[in-house]
């Protein structure tokens, strides 16, 4: 069973900085890439960052500067460090992977993991 899972979550001071983890477990031989996306009570779920395999990243203009994605290939697992969070960062934190092959030759397109909630606040 291929499944991705976040943490690192939890509550920060405007200013401060979290790291998120995502890691994608099963006989995995490759995934494409790996995203963030968050989604705020009451608002539409959007994409944060997202890095393909040959380590090419991609930002949103309201998270650059501030938020830097990585991944490790060896271990499945990508990283959000967000440095200078403010509280309208506040969300739950969902990992996605595209295009996931497994040693069986089973692809799986699209994997999102159950979210990790990032509260900004003094």
């Known amino acids: 069973q291929v499944q991705v899972v976040e943490s690192g979550g939890g509550l920060v001071q405007p200013g401060g900085s979290l790291r998120l983890s995502c890691a994608a477990s099963?006989?995995?031989?490759?995934?494409?890439?790996m995203n963030w996306y968050r989604q705020a009570p009451g608002k539409q779920r959007e994409l944060v960052a997202s890095?393909?395999?040959?380590?090419?990243?991609n930002y949103a203009d309201f998270v650059k500067g501030r938020f830097t994605i990585s991944r490790d290939n060896a271990k499945n697992t990508a990283y959000l460090q967000m440095n200078s969070l403010k509280p309208e960062d506040a969300a739950v934190y969902y990992c996605?992977?595209?295009?996931?092959?497994?040693?069986?030759?089973?692809?799986?397109?699209?994997?999102w993991g159950q979210g990790t909630q990032v509260t900004v606040s003094s």
């Open positions: 996605h992977a595209d295009l996931i092959q497994d040693y069986s030759g089973n692809i799986y397109p699209t994997l």
């Open positions: 099963g006989s995995i031989l490759s995934i494409h890439a």
């Open positions: 890095i393909t395999t040959d380590g090419t990243t």
